[in-house]
């Protein structure tokens, strides 16, 4: 679990290595949508705050 942009996501990094960040949008009791991202330009750009367990 991570915050992508401030937003609520998920991070993909085995051994480290980011290959994936899905970006969540949470409304009415659930999610509503989800952007996957995993292009390594766009994945440089986002501002990513893993959270703890």
């Given at each position: 679990?991570a915050?992508?942009?401030?937003?609520?996501?998920?991070?993909?990094?085995?051994?480290?290595?980011?290959?994936?960040?899905?970006?969540?949008?949470?409304?009415?009791?659930?999610?509503?949508?989800?952007?996957?991202?995993?292009?390594?330009?766009?994945?440089?750009?986002?501002?990513?705050?893993?959270?703890?367990?």
């Open positions: 679990m915050l992508v942009d401030g937003t609520a996501g998920v991070v993909v990094a085995p051994r480290g290595r980011l290959h994936l960040v899905l970006r969540v949008t949470v409304g009415n009791g659930g999610v509503t949508s989800y952007e996957a991202i995993a292009d390594p330009v766009r994945l440089r750009q986002l501002d990513l705050a893993v959270l703890g367990a």
